[in-house]
């Protein structure tokens, strides 16, 4: 019988189980895939919003300044790639400008500090390259960016050292009322929990609707994203956001953490949960768009295109209409929904988690534990140590010292430590997200057979059996298939 | 630290021809440093035939070109390391390399001059803006040539090739000789950038289309590839609405150009060059940074390896000059001579079996051959007697060199490369190919072994085009 479990191991049902391991309590995280940050949270912005968005008083606004403020600790003591690069709304039509003092008021409404409306003449000075038409801006310094798989496995992998149990593979099938809280099927075998956290992502409302009669409804809505090389990386320090217009919510340009540019998203309703295919349209859009922003569009440096589903919750008649679902279900003793975490959820993480856990907390008012490790250390990065620390890396494990990934300079020394530490690396995908091997302009042609070979020699089976992602994702047929000559 | 004359940053055919050239100049401190297990870089991988028509005037494979320069190498006793990724290199007055492996750790070397030479990379799919989803199975030809040819593992079962470049052409036979289904090949040009030999004797004798004008307009499934869509495209190549047509597939494999790997050449500060798309060098094929040249596929990208070796030994030349004499004036930049894209252009709907391609020469003549009701040939469309000959032979008793690999035990590697010693009747390739998978060879293997005697009773042996040493 376990006290609690997570379904779901995105950003947020990470957040919650690090959180929830500060305390004696027995905890799962199910998930459908085979590691970690595989939905939503694998796919986003990537930016720590300022907080100026959503509405005072909802918790979308509550969660993100909290998250936001909270986020460069965490970054330091989970060690995950965070920088505060500060953002800038852009204003493109002289008549839209008060738009930009209402989300000057909103911010500082909702507590984010140092907000303020620059014109063009301050806002060449920090952008010389935004686009000729932008007059003037709304200036975010809290604004900042993370890596989404480096905070989503930093929160996993601590959750898992102070005693999370983690079950992969586990799609959760049915939620049923218990004696005493509920039972949880899933095709590996049944779980007993005294309360359900349900962080869901895209499928929060199908868990919902298996214990609750108030139905809720998710359409996911897909955006779609082209990440540049790191040669254009530096085009833009700030992440630039454009104010909505009547050609509707625009596209952000960004340097992400790891100094590629990245540009979209789109927003397009669909009916399906696993629609994370790109577009056209979606690829045309995102450039003409962003052209806006920035003066020249390097469309010749994309080196990948990408496409993620938000959790748009489209029919739950409890709460506030637009906002996140967190909280208790009306009908459902014990059954916590964590559900339409759409933007900003990721920001919001670190304070979704701790508002989780308080809710958790009023149930189940588990003690503390004494021996919390309250810090993860990171996979070392070869490209961004220090000679002195690569020379001491390579002492350590000669593995150090050999370069599988070109593009990013990534060893097998890192691919080594991305599968043996807690969670480890089951997938090229999981190594990819761990240590960048495959991250670069090459995008895997160099090192995924090498990828492939250190982990089958490490897992010990048959190349054949190594995934991309999911089960059926195989890259090499197996000797029966014909597959070895 | 480590120092040395002259050091040279990858082991392939630029790397070897223009150390030697260095060496022949009177520089013997030379180091060369090789990211892979073996010296020969790609090469390695292309076990094809073709290679070294213009340097050795006699047609060898991939393996057996680098093996002549690796002997050479090796007898000069020219130094290189292996399994060493460079990972900065900076010019100057002394030129300083920081490089990595696994037995020195991260090291530097002081060098009086460097040549570049690390080839290029395949333009991945993000680079060419396809839709649709991101599974496993789409691979660039390169990666799926080194699945086949170096690891001995199929990447897939059933395959659509886009590009029709000479490495997509290649490996549409290569796959199909392995056992996989190729179902097309998609050229978004209304003509190919092979050769026309190679559309014939890896296209045609497979009966695998070629649809010209044609590209891959969406990717679907989501774990692996499970089809495409290939569209037809109009004169600005955009794709034209209502001609998408499904293709069942479980592999893409894209072949869709070669860019030079800058990110040293950038890294040492050198001015690119945006038409070869690598370093501006002058007529010594020096770079824009004192003391380090550039050679091979990382200045611009060659069709031949023969003019590869040639370029090379210019720049080890001018290094050794460098070296010896001193820094000269640079002088004005000039852009090497890259050769015409071949453009091979091809009726739609082409009968192979009575539409030739002639491959007696650049020119590529399409040729009728269709047999009389007196069995006697008709042949028209040739504009000499080479087209009739080429067509006279192709209609009666067509011939093959057959390359591929055989199953190693107890070697470095898992297969060897092999040819058949001459060429093969045409419908005896199956026959061989079954021959060729089932044998298995003990390592130590040398090229030039033999490893089966009159394969498919055609009395002709296969023999190996590559080393492999015990392990």
């Given amino acids: ?485 | 630290m480590k120092t040395a004359d002259l050091v040279i940053v990858g082991g392939g055919p630029a790397g070897m021809a223009a150390a030697l050239a260095a060496y022949h100049k009177g520089v013997k401190d030379i180091l060369i440093l090789e990211r892979d297990r073996e010296l020969g870089g790609i090469l390695n991988q292309c076990i094809h035939n073709g290679f070294g028509l213009h340097r050795f005037q006699e047609e060898l494979t991939g393996p057996e070109y680098a093996v002549r320069y690796m002997d050479l190498v090796q007898e000069k006793n020219i130094s290189h390391m292996l399994n060493t990724m460079v990972v900065d290199v900076q010019g100057g007055e002394f030129c300083l390399i920081t490089a990595m492996n696994k037995e020195q750790g991260m090291f530097q070397i002081k060098a009086n001059a460097i040549i570049l030479a690390m080839g290029c990379r395949e333009r991945s799919r993000g680079a060419m803006n396809i839709p649709g989803y991101r599974p496993a199975g789409i691979y660039s030809a390169g990666t799926a040539q080194r699945y086949v040819n170096i690891e001995g593992r199929m990447p897939g079962k059933e395959v659509v090739i886009l590009g029709s470049g000479d490495i997509g052409l290649i490996m549409a036979r290569r796959m199909t000789l392995q056992g996989a289904k190729v179902r097309l090949v998609a050229e978004i040009m209304p003509y190919s950038g092979g050769l026309k030999r190679n559309i014939v004797q890896c296209l045609d004798d497979f009966g695998i289309p070629l649809k010209l004008s044609h590209t891959v307009t969406e990717i679907h499934g989501k774990d692996r590839v499970e089809g495409v869509t290939v569209s037809r495209v109009d004169e600005r190549l955009s794709p034209v609405p209502g001609t998408e047509q499904f293709v069942k597939c479980d592999t893409l494999l894209l072949s869709c150009g070669l860019i030079p790997e800058n990110e040293l050449s950038l890294g040492a500060g050198a001015l690119m060059d945006e038409v070869t798309q690598g370093p501006v060098v002058n007529e010594r094929l020096e770079t824009t940074v004192p003391g380090i040249f550039a050679c091979g596929n990382v200045l611009h990208v060659h069709d031949l390896v023969d003019n590869v070796s040639k370029e090379a030994e210019t720049a080890g030349a001018f290094a050794a000059e460098y070296i010896l004499h001193g820094e000269k004036e640079w002088g004005e930049a000039v852009r090497p001579k890259i050769p015409a894209k071949t453009k091979c252009t091809l009726p739609e709907d082409r009968d192979t079996g009575s539409q030739l391609i002639c491959i007696g020469c650049p020119v590529g003549c399409l040729i009728t051959a269709q047999r009389k009701e007196d069995g006697s040939l008709a042949i028209s469309g040739n504009t000499c007697g080479k087209g009739e000959a080429y067509a006279r032979s192709e209609m009666t008793a067509p011939v093959r060199t057959i390359t591929s690999m055989i199953r190693v035990e107890g070697g470095t590697g898992r297969v060897v490369p092999v040819k058949t010693k001459s060429e093969i009747p045409k419908g005896k390739i199956a026959e061989c190919m079954r021959e060729i998978k089932k044998a298995v060879v003990k390592a130590p293997v040398s090229v030039g072994d033999v490893l089966i005697e009159n394969v498919a009773g055609t009395s002709v042996s296969v023999v190996a085009t590559g080393n492999m040493r015990v392990f």
């Fill in chain 1, 1 to 485: 019988m376990y006290d609690v479990i997570i379904i779901g191991a995105g950003v947020s049902g990470c957040a919650i189980a690090r959180e929830l391991s500060r305390f004696q309590l027995k905890i799962l995280v199910l998930e459908k895939e085979l590691d970690v940050c595989e939905g939503t949270s694998k796919a986003n912005s990537g930016i720590v919003h300022a907080g100026y968005d959503a509405g005072p008083g909802t918790l979308k606004a509550r969660l993100n300044v909290e998250g936001s403020r909270k986020m460069e600790t965490l970054s330091k003591e989970l060690d995950f790639p965070y920088q505060r690069n500060g953002s800038l709304v852009l204003c493109f039509d002289p008549k839209e400008k008060d738009k930009l003092w209402e989300l000057k008021e909103r911010g500082e409404a909702n507590g984010v500090e140092g907000i303020c409306i620059l014109d063009r003449q301050k806002l060449l000075e920090l952008e010389p390259n935004v686009g000729d038409a932008a007059v003037a801006a709304l200036y975010a310094p809290t604004g900042a960016i993370v890596c989404p798989f480096g905070l989503t496995i930093a929160l996993a992998e601590n959750a898992a050292e102070n005693g999370v149990e983690f079950v992969f593979g586990a799609k959760v099938q049915g939620l049923e009322k218990a004696q005493e809280g509920y039972l949880v099927h899933t095709p590996k075998q049944d779980y007993e929990t005294k309360v359900v956290v349900n962080a869901a992502g895209v499928y929060a409302d199908e868990i919902h609707n298996m214990v609750s009669g108030i139905k809720m409804k998710i359409i996911p809505r897909r955006g779609e994203y082209l990440l540049y090389d790191k040669n254009v990386g530096s085009m833009v320090s700030h992440t630039l956001f454009q104010l909505p217009t009547a050609l509707g919510k625009g596209i952000l340009v960004t340097p992400t953490v790891h100094g590629n540019l990245l540009t979209g998203p789109t927003a397009q309703d669909v009916p399906g949960k696993e629609e994370t295919d790109t577009s056209r349209e979606g690829m045309e859009r995102i450039t003409e768009r962003a052209a806006l922003s920035v003066k020249e569009v390097p469309g010749r440096q994309v080196i990948t295109s990408f496409a993620g589903l938000r959790a748009h919750i489209t029919e739950f008649s409890e709460g506030e209409a637009g906002d996140f679902v967190i909280g208790e279900a009306a009908d459902a003793a014990g059954f916590i929904d964590v559900a339409g975490i759409e933007s900003p959820g990721l920001s919001c993480a670190p304070a979704t988690g701790e508002y989780v856990a308080g809710l958790v907390k009023k149930l189940l008012e588990p003690l503390e534990k004494e021996n919390f490790i309250g810090t993860r250390k990171g996979i070392p990065s070869m490209a961004l140590a220090s000679d002195e620390e690569r020379h001491r890396l390579i002492k350590e494990n000669p593995a150090y010292g050999n370069v599988v990934c070109r593009c990013e300079t990534v060893t097998e020394g890192e691919i080594l430590d991305a599968i043996r530490r807690p969670l480890g690396a089951r997938t090229t995908d999981g190594v990819k997200r761990r240590t960048r091997a495959g991250m670069g302009r090459c995008q895997a042609g160099f090192c995924n057979p090498r990828v492939v070979e250190i982990l089958a020699r490490e897992l010990q089976v048959e190349e054949s059996q190594i995934r991309k992602s999911g089960e059926d994702a195989w890259y090499i047929l197996s000797p029966e298939e014909g597959g070895s000559l």
